[in-house]
T-cell receptor, first 114, second 108 residues
Framework: GAGVSQSPSNKVTEKGKDVELRCDPISGHTALYWYRQSLGQGLEFLIY????????KSGLPSDRFSAERTGGSVSTLTIQRTQQEDSAVYLC????????????FGDGTRLSIL | KNEVEQSPQNLTAQEGEFITINCSYS?????LHWLQQHPGGGIVSLFMLSSGKKKHGRLIATINIQEKHSSLHITASHPRDSAVYIC??????????FGQGTRLTINP
């Protein structure tokens, strides 16, 4: 596709359930980022993938959060045993590589934990 | 203190006015990004710069590395420029640290 695609666009789930969020980056982009935008908190970095290198997981808030990137393309962010404080918009971005390049953002997944 | 500080937090102006949004940061960076977020959430990258000045249409971004400061200017502002403008700095491998954003409203 022409841009970064995220699915679902909205997800409502009950506290304690697991959720999976998907990101399909721009074709050929080797760098992929996950960010979170909580109400009143601004944007924060979660995790970064670059090519075949080990991901930078330094922004993941707890061990309930994990992400993988299969085949260097599609990425899945998984949140286990969701809590209400996980409610946020989860944004994915990709760039051509891990050097100084603009990042292209998807429209995000709005996650609501009841 | 946040690593990235933006000012003002909110700005309301009349159509046609010259707009300036400021960003200061406290850490070493490899690049600085200006992003635009419209109501509904989509984020668009406006500029990425590591020195000097860049211009795109009515938008101008400048950065002073020594002073750790960047500005985003909008000339001849228009109501469609109303959005949240976010400054973000890249450290090392391009993971971004974000400012809190500036909510800009341009009235006709």
């Amino acid at each position: 596709g022409a841009g970064v695609s995220q699915s679902p666009s909205n997800k409502v789930t009950e506290k304690g359930k697991d959720v999976e969020l998907r990101c399909d980056p721009i074709s050929g982009h080797t760098a992929l980022y996950w960010y979170r935008q909580s109400l009143g908190q601004g944007l924060e970095f979660l995790i970064y993938f670059q090519g075949n290198s080990a991901p930078d997981k330094s922004g993941l808030p707890s061990d309930r959060f994990s992400a993988e990137r299969t085949g260097g393309s599609v990425s899945t962010l998984t949140i286990q045993r969701t809590q209400q404080e996980d409610s946020a918009v989860y944004l994915c971005a990709s760039s051509r590589d891990g050097t100084n390049q603009p990042q292209h953002f998807g429209d995000g997944t709005r996650l609501s934990i009841l | 203190k946040n690593e990235v500080e933006q000012s003002p937090q909110n700005l309301t102006a009349q159509e046609g006015e010259f707009i300036t949004i400021n960003c200061s940061y406290s850490v070493g960076i490899s690049a600085l990004h200006w992003l635009q977020q419209h109501p509904g959430g989509g984020i668009v990258s406006l500029f990425m710069l590591s020195s000097g000045k860049k211009k795109h249409g009515r938008l101008i971004a400048t950065i002073n590395i020594q002073e750790k400061h960047s500005s985003l200017h909008i000339t001849a502002s228009h109501p469609r420029d109303s959005a949240v403008y976010i400054c973000a700095v890249a450290r090392g491998a391009q993971k971004l640290v974000f400012g809190q954003g500036t909510r800009l409203t341009i009235n006709p």
